[in-house]
C-alpha cells in the first residue's frame, strides 16, 4: 500500500498551511502504508522535521511530474546537499548546518550565492503567491558543482501588517506560496530535490523580533515561533529525498490512493488520468472553490480516511463494516 499524501501550499489549509501542522496526520496515514509519498510543506516546521521514516520528501512539481508518469523516483541512503545562501553566510545558518551533520549525519556544503535571491511574498485574493528575482542565476551559478539535493536559504520580504497578522491570527502563510514557486523554478532547471528555508534578518524590525518572547500563537504556527534558524527541517528532509530517474525506480503504478485537502489541481488531474482513487478530506478546509470530481471519495477527517485505507489494506470493502448492509445488486 503506497499513498499520496499532500498538503498545497498557500491556500489556506486548516490543517498543515501554518508549519508543519500535517504531520501527526501524516504520520497517522503513513502507518498504514508502506511508503508516504508527500512534499515539503507537509513536514516542514522551521527547526522542526518529525517525517516517519517511510515518508519520501518530494518537491512539488517533481512530485507533480511523478504523478504524471514523465519521471520515476530513486530511492537512496543519504544526498549530497549545497546550500545556497545571500552573502554574508550568517553564523545560525552555519550553526544549523554543523547541527545537521553531527545529529543526521548529513554531507552538506555552503555556496555564497555572487547574485542575491530575492523574494517577496503577498496574499492576493486569499492566496499566498508573490515575486522572485535572481533565481537563474542562481541555477547558472550552482550548476558548476556536483550536488543531489539543493537547499535554499535567503530573505523574504513580506508587509509588516501581514506578518503580524498571521503571527497573532493565523490564516494564509504568506511565505509558502513564494517558497513553492521559487522551489519549482529551480527544480525544473536543475532537475533536482529543492528545497527554500526563510531568513530572519534581526535589527530591522524591534517589536517583530521581539515576538517569539512576547507571544503565544496559535498552536499550528509554534514551530516558527521556537525556532531561531527555519533551516533545519529542509536539510533534514533533502537528506534522503528521492532523485528523480527517467529509467526505473519508484513510478506512479505503485500508487494506491491520493490523499488532499478540500481543494484540486495537478496532483489531482494526473490521478485521475491514472485512475488512482482520490480521499477529499472536508475537515481540511481551504480557500479554493473548486468542483469535487463525480467518484471522489469524501470524508470527515483524517480518522476516516485512515479508516479506508485500512480496509483496503484488509481487503475489505468500507461498506462491509458499516450497517445496514445494502441488498447485492443483480444487474
Known sequence: MNIVFIIPTGI???IGGHAGDATPAAKLIASLCNKLYSHPNVFNASD???????ALYIEGSILDRFLLGQIFLEEVNHNRILLAVNKPVRNETINAVNAARSTIGADIR????????????????????GEVRGWEPLVNQVDEYDFDALAIASPIEVDREIRFNYFKNGGVNPWGGIEAITSRLIADKLDKPTAHSPVHIYGQDIEYDNLHENLVSDPRIAAEMVSICYLHCVLKG???APRINYKKGL?????????SPMCFGEPHLACL????????????????NFTLPDNAIVVENYWEAAGIIACAKAGITKESVRRPLVPTGII
Not at 48 to 53: A, F, G, K, S, W
Not at 110 to 129: D, F, H, V, W, Y
Not at 251 to 259: A, C, K, Q, R, V
Open 12 to 14: 489556506g489549509c486548516e
Open 251 to 259: 513510478s506512479i503504478d505503485e500508487i494506491d490512493f491520493l490523499i
Open 48 to 54: 522542526i522535521n518529525e517525517m516517519p521514516e517511510n
Open 238 to 240: 533533502l537528506h534522503r
Open 110 to 129: 555552503i555556496i555564497e550565492l555572487e547574485i542575491s535571491l530575492q523574494m517577496e511574498g503577498k496574499i492576493i485574493n486569499n492566496r499566498a503567491t
Open 273 to 288: 488520468d491514472a485512475k488512482i482513487p482520490i480521499i477529499f478530506i472536508k475537515e481540511n478546509k481551504t480557500a479554493i
